[in-house]
Structure formats: structure tokens, C-alpha cells
């Protein structure tokens, strides 16, 4: 998604890649391109193209990939704000 | 494993050997000799050539006989196109055009204004005619899912998983964790389809990764799960080549249609509010020094009315559809630009008819109503994080709502000027 870029710096995506088994699964799954594999390991190659969906951290087998996953939907965030961080799934968002 | 799957055309013989006792007449065959049939206009209906001579012939002809599939207190859905048959029982095989009603669904859905109600029943559907050999796609079971997916399966046979995400799509319930493992799993077990399959393998759609762990699909029930293209319209390619996605088939894309699709939801969700801002409105536009005029309701109001209105277009229509071409990242301020773009124009039409603050409070509230509104669109949009939503959100809201803090003072205050 390169003609589409939001706010830099802001994503919580993080990797150890000492752990990394290079099963390429991240890279299958991100719908940003996030991730690539350099030899054997993934990397993380566009970091701002992180939404925090998710996705990586679910279906990396070695656990090596962190986000706070999470919904990027104003009207989620401000429900979060009144009635506190944690909200069933079935609110009322997007 | 040999598995036989016939195809729904037998209904005919089966309705006859099992489901009718013994001597009783198919109503197909007395439908042929009845009176007035629907294929052979040409017969007249005085011929009293029929089983029941004698009677009067009278109304329209009979329907088609009732097929074993209709079961009492159900319905066949319209995108039912017949039934095959597998060792877990009959499969429906889905109709992969849309027809009207699909059509007119689909602008409810778009709406948003009946789109909870659009589910599609959770389980297992066929297209084309799969075998044991052929490959399983799952999906969501919102309507707008089912349907993309099913249409672009116009040259295939492969079996169609429907989970039950309570009627959101692959990637919302993914995000929700309605479209789980857990789920996938659950449905495999409940409709048997290890025992239709040759294989152990699953295509789900990539977007669903966010709340499917392959790993825990396959650990609980052995099937592999592959990550299949984002778009439908990608998913027989992607079959053709041997299940694997060019590289610009795993990137989400955000064109202008799509946004353009996304605005009647946007303006749905202002609605509501709309209609409280219009009360305060009018409230707000009659007080004065003669406590409240109900002129002054009526004449001022309908220019705040109209800055309120000009913000929900700017906000909620121009600034998704300008998205890629308007300045800035926050989203907030994207809306900031579509709304003066808007008012500006509107302040001009008004000039002689507003006083100098009235002018500032049309401007300040116009712009935090479209600014709110556009920073509301992150929630349809592919692309934004929520650490990042949160960060925006931080910063626009407090001066959005100074803007109509101090649009209403000066609102007040003019009356009382002026």
C-alpha cells in the first residue's frame, strides 16, 4: 500500500529474530508488506506500513513477532476511553 | 477413499423412491395430465382430458412440484441453485450470478442501514461440481462476502466452508475474533467434511490471518490451512496456479470505488446524531435577548443548519472520496481542508445575511464536524494502525471540541450583539 501512509513512529510492531525459524509465514499473511525474508529470517522492512492488525504476530509459529493488536477505528477508541479498555468483542464498530 | 457425488438432476427419482409411500402419484406426473399445463399452452383447457374428469378448470396452472428439499418450516435460499449429493448428505450448490434480490440486498447492506441482518446460514455449500480431490475455500458469512466470493466462482468446482462470523466480514470478524480457529474447526466437525474430502487441505482467504492461527487449525483437527489471495476476484488464479499468490495478491488495495462504496455507512453513522445536533441547533438559534424567537430560530438556524450540513458532506463524503489527493495524514485534518473547501463558499453565500461572530461560529462548527467526521472514516480504511488513531485522536478531539465550545458562545453571543 504505498500510495496510502498514515502516522509514522506509531506502530507497537516488534521482532526477535534471534528466534525465527524463516518459516515465512509473516510475510504470507501481512497485507502491508511489512516483513521479507533476508537469507533465512524475516526482517521487518516497512515498519509505518504496520496497521497492527494482528495478523503476523497470531501465526508466527515461534512467537518471534509482538504488536498490540487492535481495531484503527475512532468510534472503537472513543468507546474504550468511557467504558474502559476492555470491551466485548460484538461492540459496536466498523 | 471413492466417494460418490451426484449431481442434484436425480431429485426426480429419488422424490419417487423415498419420500412418497408406495402408490401414491408424483404430483409431476398429474401435473402432466392435469388440467391447463405450463408447458402446452396449445391445449385448450375444455379438453376435460385429465385424471380428475370432470372437474372444472379454473385459477392458474399448479406450481412445480415440491422437491425433496423443501423441508417444513424452512426456506431454499434464491442463491440456491440445487443440491448435490455427498456421504454427509445433500450440499447445496450455490448460484454464482447475482439476481435481483441479490442486488437490492446488497444496496441494503451498502446502506447500513439493515447490514446486521445480512447473514448467510454458517456450513457447507458447493460450487460448480466438487469431488473428494477438490479444494475447500472458506469464507465469512456476511452477505457481501458470500456473494463476492460465489460470483467469481463462475468456473470452478470447489466446496464453499461458510463459518459462522455472525454475519461480519472475514476481516472485521477477524479482528473481533469471531472468524477464529476455533470456529473453522468447529464447523469442519460439524459438517462432516473430513469424510467429503481425499485431502486435508484449506484455502482461507489471507485477510482472515488476523484471527485465524494456522497452526491451531491444524493442531486440533489436521486440516493444513493455506493462505489464499485477499481479493475474490484473485481466487481461480490462484487455484489455476497451483494455490500460490502473486506477491500483489497479498497487498490490500483502497481504490476509489471502494471508498466511494464505503460513504452511505459513513453517513449512516452521522445520522443519528444529526438529528440531535439539529434540535440543539434550533434551540441555540432562538435564544436572544427576547429569551427565545421562534424567527430567529427559523432564520438564523437554517444557516448553522447549512454549515452543519456542508461539515457531513466535507466529512463523511469529499474526504473519502479525495482520501489519496487531500494534504496531511491525520485524517483530522484532511477533513479540516475538504471542510473549508465547503465553507468557505457557504460563508460567502451568507455574508450579508450573518454579523462578523456568526460568520466565526458557521466557520469553527462546520470544521469540527467535518474533521470529526473524517477522522471517523479510519475505522473503513485498510491502512491505519490503532496506536495511530489513538495518537490522532489525542490531539484533534480536545480542539475539535474547543471549536464548538467557541462556535456556540459566539453562536449565543451574536444574538445578543447583533
Redesign the interface.
Known sequence: ?K??????G???LLMTQASCAGCG?CT??????VFKMVGKKSQIIDKD???????CV??C?TGSVAV???????????QTWIKGKKLP??AN?? | MSVKITDGKKDADLYSNHCRPEGFTIPETSAKNGCCPQDSPQVSCSSGNTAEQGEPCCGPPPSAPSSIHEKPGYAICRYVSGFLNTPVGFVPRVSTSLDLSDHIGTLYARSGFFRNDYKVAPGLYAAGTPDQNSPVLVTANYKLSFDTIRTRLKHSNVWLLVIDT?GINV??A?????FSAKEVVRLIRQTGLSRILSHRKLILP??A???????SVRKACGFEVI?GP?RAEDIEPFIENNLKAA?KM?????DTLDRLTLIPVELN?AWKPSLLAILTVFLLSGIGPDIFSLTDTVSRGSMLIAAFFTGVCTGAILTPAL??WLPF??FSLKGLIAGLAGLIPLIFFFREKAAGMEIFALLFMGLAVSSYLA??F????????????????KKSIPIQGIAIAAGIIFWVAAAFVG
Not at chain 2, 381 to 391: A, L, Q
Request: aromatic share 8%; proline share 8%; hydrophobic share 35%.
Open positions: 500500500m500510495d496510502y501512509r498514515y502516522l509514522t506509531v506502530s507497537t509465514m504470507l499473511v501481512c497485507p502491508h508488506g506500513g504496520c496497521m497492527e492488525c494482528g495478523a497470531l501465526n509459529p498490540t493488536p487492535g481495531v484503527g477505528c475512532a468510534a472503537y477508541i472513543i468483542v460484538s464498530c466498523c | 455472525r476481516w472485521c477477524g479482528g473481533k475474533s469471531l489471507q485477510l490471518a488476523n484471527g485465524v492461527s494456522a497452526q493462505w485477499i506477491p497479498r497487498q490490500v488495495t483502497f453513522f482520501l489519496p495524514r491525520m477522522m471517523n479510519t475505522g473503513s480504511t485498510p491502512f491505519t494502525s490503532p496506536s495511530g488513531v489513538e495518537k490522532e485522536m
